[in-house]
């Protein structure tokens, strides 16, 4: 009987006695390579929503709090956190963090174009993009299939009239939608409320009046009438410099084919 207990114990207790020293070597190893926590990384990162949209520039909320904490990035850069989070941010920092501009996501683009042909293939707009630049004979065109509202992870965009329109109410300004369109067809607008113009087409006037009709065909009456040299033509279509438009109108009262359009944040 004795010797049975032997043969049990004596293994045993070999083995429980190389299970205590590996793990004394852990610990003590655990303690040296022990990577040092930052608290203040850890309280900013609780206050982020969570998104991982990558609309500050980083990858992930985890990275965007590092770097805020270690100040290598800007407290106010989480869109779907809002100012909320950035005057947090500021309070654990103890700094002041400046305030977001208001911005609202509108899709710059109200197609009706005639097609070169009728496509096919896979339904999305990645994939049509790469069948001859898409069957629209406007190459600058949205080419309806969606790609953005998949992006979504809101709901926040739906389809009406073959472009992506966008509920300012839902959105959280994230940018996925942006980034996954082909054609740089959603942007963010600044302000509360103005005016944006609905196309991107760099072709001649004459050939995006031929193409859609909608586009803007570089008239330059909205650069005319504009006072504060707010709206200029740039390679064949309008573009307005929000940090001088006054919000006046007057762009939009001239366009003939009504392609400067009025946006709101609330609707």
């Given at each position: 009987?004795?010797?049975?207990?032997?043969e049990?114990?004596?293994?045993?207790?070999?083995?429980?006695?190389?299970?205590?020293?590996?793990?004394?070597i852990?610990?003590?190893a655990?303690k040296?390579?022990e990577?040092?926590?930052?608290?203040?990384?850890?309280a900013?990162?609780?206050?982020?929503?969570?998104?991982?949209?990558?609309?500050c520039?980083?990858?992930?909320?985890?990275?965007?709090?590092?770097?805020?904490?270690?100040?290598k990035?800007?407290?106010?850069?989480?869109?779907?956190?809002?100012?909320?989070s950035?005057?947090k941010?500021?309070?654990?920092?103890?700094?002041?963090?400046?305030?977001?501009?208001?911005?609202?996501?509108?899709?710059?683009?109200?197609?009706?174009?005639?097609?070169?042909?009728?496509?096919?293939?896979i339904?999305?707009?990645?994939?049509?993009?790469?069948?001859?630049r898409?069957?629209?004979?406007?190459?600058?065109?949205?080419?309806g299939?969606?790609?953005c509202?998949?992006a979504?992870?809101?709901?926040?965009?739906?389809?009406?009239?073959?472009?992506p329109?966008?509920?300012?109410?839902?959105?959280?300004?994230?940018?996925?939608?942006?980034?996954?369109?082909?054609?740089?067809?959603?942007r963010?607008?600044?302000?509360?409320?103005?005016?944006?113009?609905?196309?991107?087409?760099?072709?001649?006037?004459?050939?995006?009046?031929k193409?859609?009709?909608?586009?803007?065909?570089?008239?330059?009456l909205?650069?005319?009438a504009?006072?504060?040299?707010?709206?200029?033509?740039?390679?064949?279509?309008?573009?307005?410099?929000?940090?001088?438009?006054?919000?006046?109108?007057?762009?939009?009262?001239?366009?003939?084919?009504?392609?400067?359009?009025?946006?709101?944040s609330?609707?």
């Open positions: 009987m004795k010797e049975i207990l032997n049990i114990l004596i293994p045993v207790s070999i083995v429980g006695g190389i299970a205590l020293f590996f793990g004394v852990l610990t003590i655990g040296f390579f990577v040092k926590k930052n608290e203040k990384a850890e900013i990162r609780e206050i982020l929503p969570g998104a991982n949209c990558g609309a520039g980083y990858s992930g909320c985890d990275l965007y709090a590092e770097a805020v904490a270690e100040g990035a800007e407290g106010n850069l989480c869109i779907p956190g809002t100012n909320a950035a005057i941010i500021g309070e654990i920092l103890g700094v002041k963090v400046a305030t977001q501009k208001t911005r609202v996501m509108k899709a710059i683009c109200c197609p009706d174009v005639s097609k070169k042909y009728t496509y096919s293939g339904m999305t707009c990645a994939a049509a993009s790469l069948a001859y898409g069957e629209n004979s406007c190459l600058y065109s949205c080419l299939y969606g790609d509202v998949a979504c992870p809101n709901g926040a965009i739906m389809m009406k009239d073959g472009a329109v966008i509920d300012p109410v839902i959105c959280t300004e994230c940018g996925l939608c942006a980034k996954t369109c082909p054609r740089n067809l959603i963010y607008l600044i302000g509360e409320e103005g005016y944006y113009v609905a196309c991107a087409s760099e072709d001649s006037g004459r050939v995006t009046g193409n859609c009709k909608n586009g803007c065909i570089a008239c330059k909205c650069e005319k504009c006072e504060y040299d707010a709206i200029h033509v740039i390679n064949n279509v309008a573009v307005i410099d929000y940090e001088k438009c006054t919000r006046c109108g007057k762009c939009y009262d001239v366009c003939p084919k009504k392609i400067i359009k009025k946006f709101c609330s609707y």
